[in-house]
């Protein structure tokens, strides 16, 4: 594994033979996959969690030697509590496959009309056959990825950091891989691509007929480059890019419940959807807009305060060395904070705390992002904490499609089906 991993001794174009490789290796299975019944598909998540456990010793091995690595190359700690597994983790992720299995499928089939000549109109759902994703070095995602396309019935070509590489091929070869084999499922199904360059990452968005969907995540510029790369040769990226929530302080907020949400925010700081910005009314008590920089400060947090040298939705969370950063405004109501969420952040997540519901339902309706909150953490925008399934991303493109949290139900083609009235397709 480390020389898979360590070594620079490829050709130019070995990241793109790789990426190939394993897609045509997905493409075979994926027939098979897209057929399985709902106890097949769900008997392979079960394993999964199983082994997840079962296999705790050679992926906690494979994760200890990615965190010394990290740490021997100055990466900062807010990176490697992203890198960072342990037995309660692994335990969380099997919890979390288990309660996917659990969770029932959408239909296959939804008649929208049976219309007056005599056709039923029929709206199915297909899967799209082999879906590419590839994301920044946190381990537990490959698991997630690789959870949602098998519930989906996809298969699918993983590629991660180098900081994660390790991690990641040991929950593929000790878990993913083995777990579909168990369920009868062509283990081939999930790919993950062993080399970590940006060659690579390159070379997924550019194979439409292998891979013709692909899952970005990372820094808001390496995926917008790749959403650019994916257009010029026809591949469908969801870009999951920049992060950053809101809070709003209402000047009707409850102080404890303000302060509250504003730690709980801040829980996390190397993570899409903590506070990044703190919007508080210029008629909010100075006591509880003293509260809040106190209980910010009390978390070790650097405080940005005006007059600001950065826009003000700048995400710290990926800035090195100033992820412990929050940013601090003023404004003037509900419908300010509203429009600076708007205008000055990526369109993740905003939180009004307040007990006026009239000045609630200015911020709700004002407030265009991909989640908007009353009296609630910015923290819930999550794939398991929103919709108690895992997610592939956090979608906050601004066109039809995919948004939020990207789940299994999301990874489907719509088809139109016409039958007559008296055809049944159970």
Not at 13 to 41: F, H
Not at 65 to 81: F, H, K, V
Not at 300 to 322: F, N, V
Request: aromatic share 4%.
């Amino acid at each position: 594994m480390q020389s898979r991993v360590d070594s620079d001794e490829r050709t130019p174009d070995v990241g793109v033979d790789v990426v190939a490789e394993c897609a045509a290796r997905a493409q075979g299975a994926a027939p098979a996959l897209a057929t399985a019944s709902d106890e097949t598909i769900n008997a392979a998540l079960e394993a999964m969690a199983q082994r997840l456990t079962a296999c705790a010793t050679e992926v906690l091995a494979a994760n200890a030697a990615d965190i010394a690595a990290a740490e021997q190359s100055g990466t900062t700690q807010a990176l490697i509590d992203r890198l960072r597994l342990g037995e309660p983790r692994l335990t969380d992720m099997a919890d979390q496959l288990t309660l996917l299995a659990q969770v029932s499928f959408p239909p296959r089939d939804r008649v929208l009309e049976d219309r007056p000549d005599g056709l039923r109109l029929i709206e199915r759902r297909r899967p799209v056959g082999v879906i590419g994703a590839t994301f920044e070095a946190r381990p537990n995602v490959t698991v997630d990825v690789a959870s949602q396309l098998v519930k989906s019935r996809n298969a699918g070509v993983l590629r991660t950091g180098s900081a994660a590489l390790r991690s990641a091929l040991a929950l593929t070869e000790h878990v993913i891989a083995p777990a579909l084999a168990e369920a009868g499922l062509d283990h081939a199904a999930i790919q993950l691509v062993p080399d970590p360059r940006r060659d690579s990452a390159v070379a997924l968005v550019q194979q439409p007929d292998l891979i013709p969907l692909v899952i970005v995540r990372g820094s808001g510029q390496t995926t917008r480059i790749l959403a650019a790369e994916g257009a010029r040769h026809g591949v469908r990226v969801l870009a999951h890019a920049d992060g950053g929530g809101v809070l709003y302080i209402d000047s009707a907020a409850d102080h404890q419940l303000a302060v509250e949400l504003l730690t709980a925010g801040l829980d996390r700081l190397g993570v899409c959807n903590r506070v990044n910005l703190l919007l508080v009314a210029d008629n909010a008590p100075d006591e509880l807009y003293d509260a809040l920089l106190a209980a910010a400060r009390q978390r070790g947090i650097e405080l940005s305060l005006p007059p600001h040298h950065h826009p003000l939705g700048h995400e710290w969370a990926l800035d090195t060395g100033r992820e412990s950063t929050l940013t601090v405004s003023r404004v003037t109501d509900a419908q300010h904070a509203a429009q600076l969420a708007n205008q000055e952040t990526s369109g993740l997540a905003a939180t009004i705390v307040t007990t006026d519901e009239s000045a609630a339902h200015e911020f709700l309706d004002n407030y265009t992002g991909t989640g908007a909150f009353w009296n609630a953490s910015t923290r819930l925008l999550d794939g398991f904490k929103l919709r108690r399934v895992p997610e592939t991303g956090i979608n906050v493109d601004r066109v039809p499609g995919p948004r939020g949290p990207v789940t299994f139900e999301d990874l489907y083609l719509r088809q139109f089906v016409v039958t007559p009235q008296d055809w049944s397709s159970a």
